[in-house]
């Protein structure tokens, strides 16, 4: 079955450290999205890609980075000048679909502690 | 100002009652979204809307373009329902970028 694939669901770091959130799909969408939670809050996006080798800031996009060297994969990293790391990391991608029909999928999500 | 707002932020039902919870938004969109989140658990998408009405088991959306409004239903509730209801709505022409709202905490007691 086709999807989105986030690992792990629970993540740890130690304050200061860089941390890599994997976000992988095989249903050849092109543009996929890192989406941040915070308590009492609506999801925020933070970098998009809408092609291979290209991607946007989105509205928080300070202390990430990311990479999309393959259509099928798109990695957030989180790095050490993200003051307030600690939330919930949602992956989601999206394609133009037929007659206008489009395809989005989200992925299970990744809980990043850092203490 | 957030494009989307969810209506309650809280609610509690006893289990077998009917839940509604709404969704109204600003912006022009192609698709409305209803997800679910247990707690400490991942996304689960419910519904994908663009028109009408869904339905799956005894979970049932609407939308009504026109109003820029969505209500999901929950007949029967049962207190495996308790979660966090997400409403998000893809924006129109921005390939596939979201708008969320705050979220619904439904407590189903028995």
């Known amino acids: 079955d086709g999807g989105i694939t986030q690992s792990p669901k629970y993540l740890f770091r130690k304050e200061g450290q860089n941390v890599t959130l994997s976000c992988e799909q095989n249903?050849?969408?092109?543009?996929m999205y890192w989406y941040r939670q915070d308590p009492g809050q609506g999801l925020r996006l933070i970098y998009y890609?809408?092609?291979?080798?290209?991607?946007q800031k989105g509205d928080i996009a300070e202390g990430y980075s990311v990479s999309r060297e393959k259509k099928e994969s798109f990695p957030l990293t989180v790095t050490s000048a993200q003051k307030n790391p600690t939330a919930f990391y949602l992956c989601?991608?999206?394609?133009?679909?037929?007659?206008?029909?489009?395809?989005?999928?989200f992925g299970p999500g990744t809980r990043l502690t850092v203490l | 100002k957030n494009e989307v707002e969810q209506s309650p932020q809280n609610l509690t039902a006893q289990e077998g009652e009917f839940i509604t919870i709404n969704c109204s938004y600003s912006v022009g969109i192609s698709a409305l979204h209803w997800l679910q989140q247990h707690p400490g658990g991942g996304i689960v998408s419910l519904f994908m809307l663009s028109s009408g009405k869904k339905k799956h088991g005894r979970l049932i959306a609407t939308i009504n373009i026109q109003e820029k409004h969505s209500s999901l239903h929950i007949t029967a509730s049962h207190p495996r329902d308790s979660a966090v209801y997400i409403c998000?709505?893809?924006?129109?022409?921005?390939?596939?970028?979201?708008?969320f709202g705050a979220g619904t905490q439904v407590v189903v007691t028995p």
């Open positions: 249903l050849n969408h092109d543009a």
């Open positions: 989601a991608s999206w394609t133009p679909g037929l007659a206008g029909v489009n395809e989005q999928f």
């Open positions: 890609s809408q092609i291979v080798n290209d991607f």
């Open positions: 998000a709505v893809t924006e129109a022409g921005s390939w596939g970028k979201l708008q």
